[in-house]
T-cell receptor, first 113, second 111 residues
Framework: DGGITQSPKYLFRKEGQNVTLSCEQNLNHDAMYWYRQDPGQGLRLIYYSQIVNDFQKGDIAEGYSVSREKKESFPLTVTSAQKNPTAFYLC????????????FGPGTRLTVL | GENVEQHPSTLSVQEGDSAVIKCTYSDSASNYFPWYKQELGKRPQLIIDIRSNVGEKKDQRIAVTLNKTAKHFSLHITETQPEDSAVYFCAASEYGQNFVFGPGTRLSVLP
């Protein structure tokens, strides 16, 4: 998990602004995931990608967008359409499709002012 | 879609006692069930996982059991230690895709 970086660690945004969260990995993993963590609700999957230039919606994709142009990078954009964006966002990777351990990044805490 | 419930939400045990956390899932297509531990201020880390073709798996003080018929799986921690104190999450997935996590159990091991 030391090979996954997320930036920034803390992010403040005004209402109505889009913001992009960075996730970079040097583990050569095929699959990457974005989760949102809220108190008492565990981790909820936003989007995941199992190969470059392909991604699928998770349970709470509305108001978010992603891209996977490079194997190493899976940025998440929180759009103004996301009604309650204040949360802790975790990026994760796994080796490939299948029964593999997910490794998590350190997370980004987003606060909407 | 898949729904994962987890109980209890909080659990306190005396050091040396056992702890059991139970999860239920709804989608019979789910076939991979990992457990993650998240210590305060840290990222989740995998502690054990089980596939649907196995009923039980053990790793030192940690074991997971799976009942496919009843659609539930449980985490068992024996001889608990203070460093076991953390939030534990179960998850269900079909072939490692679209993971659905439970809401978490906060375990406190009291000295």
């Amino acid at each position: 998990d030391g090979g996954i970086t997320q930036s920034p660690k803390y992010l403040f945004r005004k209402e109505g602004q889009n913001v992009t969260l960075s996730c970079e990995q040097n583990l050569n993993h095929d699959a990457m995931y974005w989760y949102r963590q809220d108190p008492g609700q565990g981790l909820r999957l936003i989007y995941y990608s199992q190969i470059v230039n392909d991604f699928q919606k998770g349970d709470i994709a509305e108001g978010y967008s992603v891209s996977r142009e490079k194997k190493e990078s899976f940025p998440l954009t929180v759009t103004s359409a996301q009604k309650n964006p204040t949360a802790f966002y975790l990026c994760a990777t796994s080796k490939d499709r299948g029964y593999n351990e997910q490794f998590f990044g350190p997370g980004t805490r987003l606060t909407v002012l | 879609g898949e729904n994962v419930e987890q109980h209890p939400s909080t659990l306190s045990v005396q050091e040396g006692d056992s702890a059991v956390i139970k999860c239920t899932y709804s989608d019979s297509a789910s076939n991979y069930f990992p457990w993650y531990k998240q210590e305060l201020g840290k990222r989740p880390q995998l502690i054990i996982d089980i596939r649907s073709n196995v009923g039980e798996k053990k790793d030192q003080r940690i074991a997971v059991t799976l009942n496919k018929t009843a659609k539930h799986f449980s985490l068992h921690i024996t001889e608990t230690q203070p460093e076991d104190s953390a939030v534990y999450f179960c998850a269900a997935s079909e072939y490692g895709q679209n993971f659905v996590f439970g809401p978490g159990t906060r375990l406190s091991v009291l000295p």
